[in-house]
């Protein structure tokens, strides 16, 4: 297709069953939800550091501010696993070329897909070029005038972005099943101390931990060591327990995840995005800024000789005269009667969430 032609046929391939108009808002919020959750963490963070440097005012005793800055970490730590677990599912669609079953897979999800991602992903048994979004050379070449040896570089660069794509999915996972356990115990029962101080002189070790407890009939998947007669007094009924350092080291961690996860997420979400405007064909990973601009945008395991770069460029020139890339938005305006409003005040008035369902046609 030509550029006009894309124009003209975005709209109803958006639509289509290739993809659907619920794909497409399902992933603009995702999309900025990501982002939104990321800087509600970051606010976690500052508040964390404000407390410490006395610029929050309180009366709280030593104790309950011990509490109170480990379960600010832990609250960190949830929403971020909880990031990882949408984020998981929305790959595996991705991975299974799955776009239209995106939106009724993500509202209701069970674990065994995300344990069968993971499985899948370590066995190297998911498509890296599917999760990534990427096009078909073949296009390229026939929509674009890209010569075989723009081609098969390009080929080969976009192989580099699959592996730059599975080293960080493969770092999100190592996060996940190490922290797995304790982001199910704040979930599930409460079983878990907040503001826990270390004893014992140990070196090197963080003050402040949250301990977590469970019993589990199988060996966990990340385990630091396995021992006998050492559960606290009160709790020898459990056998399983986890321990999160709430320190400086934590927090970095936590903010070169974050940054994974939201890079990972834009990146992807946006090649599909492309894939539906340019209607299946040929595009290039890019960014689209609020004024309209397209910049090339993708990921490597390397970095480019100068010579490299001047190729690539040459080929995204090509590319962008034909890409078609609207700053589409999701805008949300409900057709409802005056009558029906007043239902919402008075929910509103109440304290209550107002939930609107609507008759299946």
Same mark, same amino acid.
């Not at 689209?288 to 397209?294: Q, W, Y």
């Not at 090339?296 to 480019?304: D, F, G, P, R």
């Given at each position: 297709?030509?550029?006009?032609?894309?124009?003209?046929?975005?709209?109803?391939?958006?639509?289509?069953?290739?993809?659907?108009?619920?794909?497409?808002?399902?992933?603009?919020?995702?999309?900025?939800?990501?982002?939104?959750?990321?800087?509600?963490?970051?606010?976690?963070?500052?508040?964390?550091?404000?407390?410490?440097?006395?610029?929050?005012?309180? #009366?709280?005793?030593?104790?309950?501010?011990?509490?109170?800055?480990?379960?600010?970490?832990?609250?960190?730590?949830?929403?971020?696993?909880?990031?990882?677990?949408? @984020?998981?599912?929305?790959?595996?669609?991705?991975?299974?070329?799955?776009?239209?079953?995106?939106?009724?897979?993500?509202?209701?999800?069970?674990?065994?897909?995300?344990?069968?991602?993971?499985?899948?992903?370590?066995?190297?048994?998911?498509?890296?070029?599917?999760? %990534?979004?990427?096009?078909?050379?073949? &296009?390229?070449?026939?929509?674009?005038?890209?010569?075989?040896?723009?081609?098969?570089?390009?080929?080969?660069? @976009?192989?580099?972005?699959?592996?730059?794509?599975?080293?960080?999915?493969?770092?999100?996972?190592?996060?996940?099943?190490? #922290?797995?356990?304790?982001?199910?115990?704040?979930?599930?029962? @409460?079983? &878990?101390?907040?503001?826990?101080?270390?004893?014992?002189?140990?070196?090197?070790?963080?003050?402040?931990?949250?301990?977590?407890?469970?019993?589990?009939?199988?060996? /966990?998947?990340?385990?630091?060591?396995?021992?006998?007669?050492?559960?606290?007094?009160?709790?020898?009924?459990? #056998?399983?327990?986890?321990?999160?350092?709430?320190?400086?080291?934590? +927090?970095?961690?936590?903010?070169?995840? @974050?940054?994974?996860?939201?890079?990972?997420?834009?990146?992807?979400?946006?090649?599909?995005? +492309?894939? %539906?405007?340019?209607?299946?064909?040929?595009?290039? /990973?890019?960014?689209?800024?609020?004024?309209?601009?397209?910049?090339?945008?993708?990921?490597?395991?390397?970095?480019?000789?100068?010579?490299?770069?001047?190729?690539?460029?040459?080929?995204?020139?090509?590319?962008?005269? #034909?890409?078609?890339?609207?700053?589409?938005?999701?805008?949300?305006?409900?057709?409802?009667?005056?009558?029906?409003?007043?239902?919402?005040?008075?929910?509103?008035?109440?304290?209550?969430?107002?939930?609107?369902?609507?008759?299946?046609?």
């Amino acid at each position: 297709m030509k550029l006009n032609e894309k124009k003209d046929a975005c709209r109803s391939f958006v639509a289509s069953e290739r993809f659907t108009k619920a794909t497409y808002g399902v992933l603009i919020v995702f999309r900025d939800n990501v982002t939104d959750i990321t800087h509600l963490v970051t606010s976690h963070e500052i508040l964390l550091r404000r407390i410490e440097s006395g610029d929050v005012r309180h #009366n709280f005793t030593d104790e309950q501010l011990d509490k109170i800055k480990s379960l600010i970490f832990v609250d960190m730590l949830a929403k971020i696993m909880t990031l990882i677990e949408n @984020l998981f599912v929305l790959l595996d669609c991705f991975a299974r070329d799955a776009n239209r079953d995106i939106p009724r897979i993500l509202v209701r999800y069970a674990f065994r897909r995300i344990d069968g991602f993971i499985k899948r992903f370590e066995a190297s048994r998911v498509s890296l070029w599917r999760i %990534a979004g990427f096009p078909g050379i073949k &296009f390229l070449a026939r929509n674009c005038g890209l010569n075989g040896e723009e081609s098969s570089f390009l080929h080969a660069l @976009l192989i580099d972005s699959c592996e730059s794509i599975r080293l960080a999915i493969q770092d999100i996972v190592t996060f996940y099943q190490a #922290n797995r356990i304790l982001y199910t115990k704040f979930k599930h029962g @409460l079983l &878990f101390m907040p503001g826990v101080r270390s004893s014992g002189g140990i070196a090197q070790a963080p003050g402040l931990v949250l301990l977590s407890f469970d019993r589990l009939t199988r060996r /966990p998947s990340r385990l630091c060591f396995e021992g006998r007669d050492i559960s606290p007094e009160g709790l020898e009924w459990f #056998n399983t327990y986890s321990i999160q350092p709430c320190w400086s080291g934590t +927090l970095k961690r936590y903010g070169e995840i @974050l940054t994974e996860i939201g890079r990972l997420s834009r990146y992807v979400i946006g090649n599909h995005l +492309l894939w %539906a405007f340019n209607c299946g064909e040929d595009y290039l /990973p890019a960014k689209i800024s609020p004024n309209g601009k397209t910049t090339v945008e993708i990921y490597l395991t390397k970095q480019l000789t100068s010579e490299e770069e001047g190729k690539f460029n040459r080929i995204w020139k090509k590319v962008e005269t #034909n890409m078609y890339s609207p700053n589409m938005k999701l805008n949300v305006a409900f057709n409802i009667s005056p009558k029906k409003i007043q239902r919402i005040l008075k929910c509103f008035a109440e304290n209550q969430c107002a939930t609107i369902w609507r008759a299946s046609t």
